[in-house]
T-cell receptor, first 115, second 111 residues
Framework: DAGVTQSPTHLIKTRGQQVTLRCSPKSGHDTVSWYQQALGQGPQFIFQYYEEEERQRGNFPDRFSGHQFPNYSSELNVNALLLGDSALYLC??????????????FGQGTRLTVV | QKEVEQNSGPLSVPEGAIASLNCTYSDRGSQSFFWYRQYSGKSPELIMSIYSNGDKEDGRFTAQLNKASQYVSLLIRDSQPSDSATYLCAGRMDSSYKLIFGSGTRLLVRP
């Protein structure tokens, strides 16, 4: 049973560039959430996708956008990269986003470095 | 005030001891709580979830929830050096999709 997979694992980009990160959810899961984790901090919620729509968004600028495909996989796009966007980007998958017993499982993350 | 707070640690315990990790939250609307373990350079791994007041046990781990005091804890019995990691507490409101994480507590189990 495949877990949550993310690609790439590491990425170095130049300030001002654009980046796309990819995530395939755990088998049987239909909901994907994206989180940003800065060094020494807990993950911060970016947004969640369910049924190919953004269901909720955290406190992130419009430079952060996403997409969910019919096979439930998802992409996170970040435009006009800033040095402060350097972080570990985590994808979490779950089944049917909103009830109490929904548990979220994380992929291995993408380490983004902006130089 | 942060929505979910944890002592950053490190919490140092000898091998075989009970490690007690604590978390407080500010939003009374928070209903579901989760403990994740994160090794350095790795992604968070779900340990336990808890939704009802009281204790929930799974192997060496016990999660405790007290909604009146807005307090969540994780006990690790018979701590092993392999338990050394950062433990993240996360909460979620019923009406929300997002997990709100604390900054994590670093646990060090001394051989």
């Amino acid at each position: 049973d495949a877990g949550v997979t993310q690609s790439p694992t590491h990425l170095i980009k130049t300030r001002g560039q654009q980046v796309t990160l990819r995530c395939s959810p755990k088998s049987g899961h239909d909901t994907v959430s994206w989180y940003q984790q800065a060094l020494g901090q807990g993950p911060q919620f970016i947004f969640q996708y369910y049924e190919e729509e953004e269901r909720q968004r955290g406190n992130f600028p419009d430079r952060f956008s996403g997409h969910q495909f019919p096979n439930y996989s998802s992409e996170l796009n970040v435009n006009a990269l800033l040095l402060g966007d350097s972080a570990l980007y985590l994808c979490a998958s779950s089944l049917r986003g909103i009830h109490m017993n929904t548990e979220a499982f994380f992929g291995q993350g993408t380490r983004l470095t902006v130089v | 005030q942060k929505e979910v707070e944890q002592n950053s640690g490190p919490l140092s315990v000898p091998e075989g001891a009970i490690a007690s990790l604590n978390c407080t939250y500010s939003d009374r609307g928070s209903q579901s709580f989760f403990w994740y373990r994160q090794y350095s350079g790795k992604s968070p791994e779900l340990i336990m979830s808890i939704y009802s007041n009281g204790d929930k046990e799974d192997g060496r781990f016990t999660a405790q929830l007290n909604k009146a005091s807005q307090y969540v804890s994780l006990l690790i019995r018979d701590s092993q050096p392999s338990d050394s990691a950062t433990y993240l507490c996360a909460g979620r409101m019923d009406s929300s999709y997002k997990l709100i994480f604390g900054s994590g507590t670093r646990l060090l189990v001394r051989p």
